[in-house]
């Protein structure tokens, strides 16, 4: 809705919200204008076109702080300056942009960018990142400053923790490129651009048969005894039966579990809306904790509080792990190991990324040592047959 009247304080009090945004324009100064918004906020706007014909509007200020007659006078300062051929909001827009900071990018980034794209978690770690390792180095200074050097260097002392510096530069790297395209930074100016990435040493432990066997036989121990929680056995059972990460298992609901086809429906993980097997174990498992009297009507594994699944594992783990003498096995091992077990059976790692949901066949290339045991095994065995057909005897 739009209309045109001399604006007053009275007119604007007067001017009521609506289901969207309302322009009253003033009838005194073309291009000066009022804007109420569905929620009531009163703002001053200014339109006008620049010599070469571009469309501004820059906001004057807020009501009841900015008075209609003050608005007018800024409004009126700013037409000077547009009759001599000047463009003040684009002389301010490039004032904040060489005034900015890399700070001031970063947090445009997570506003702008992460908040909106990516998902929660994600956000919390470059939110992270962003606090506890960029600013502190590099925060105040100028964004149109930041040279290569600048980049250089801060991922330089991370080098004792690659995978951190690695995050770090990707981070960077894609906050510059949105710099580029928001107008704060020339094009092709990227300076995280050129700079190498770590070498990543491979993260994770693979529990072997015997290990396998061990941290088994100590959760059948635990829920024999009555000592942990069933709940929390079912969660480490679940991750090494399926290889599934460990907010997947926890936030397990069971609509996304389909008994009839053997399948888990995972609507939001860290890959996006999945299908995935569900084996014969797991589903027994399921299947006891469905018949638990005190089973939870939504979650799968259930928490301590009513209503909520379950969220602290790790000190329970910890305790586990020690008993089974898997000190240094994290869950997300568990994952790692379910992937060895299925290269170990000769699946292939498109096939592995495939049943392990891999967004990059990068991440499976973790596992081509266990590709390259199997084509030895495979190869051995080939030999064995060809020397009782050679009548080699060795």
Known sequence: MTWKTRLTVAVVKATLAGARDI???????TGLHLKVTPTGKKSFYFYYRTADQRERRPKLGDFPALKPEVARTLAYKMKSEILHGRDPSGNRK??????????TLLARYLSDHAEPH??????????????KMINPAIGSVRLKAVAGADIAALINALRETPVLANRVLALLSKAFSLAESWGLRPQSSNPAKGIQRYREKPRGYFLDDAETARLWNVLDDEDQAGTTGRSITAAIRLLLLTGRRKEEVLSLEWSFVDFDRGI???????????????PGAAAEILLALKSDPEADPRWVIRGQIPGKHLVGIQKAWERLRSKAGLEAVRLHDLRHSYGGQAMALGLSLPQLGALLA???PTTTQRYAHFANDHRNASAELVDQRLAQITGRTS
């Open 23 to 29: 322009l009253v324009w003033d009838s005194e100064l």
């Open 264 to 278: 888990l429906n995972l609507p939001d993980t860290k890959t996006g809306r999945i299908t995935v097997p569900l």
């Open 118 to 131: 990516k998902k929660a978690s994600s956000t919390k770690e470059d939110r992270r990142l962003i606090n």
């Open 358 to 360: 891999h967004k990059s």
């Open 94 to 103: 490039a004032e904040r942009a060489d005034a900015a900071t890399v700070a």
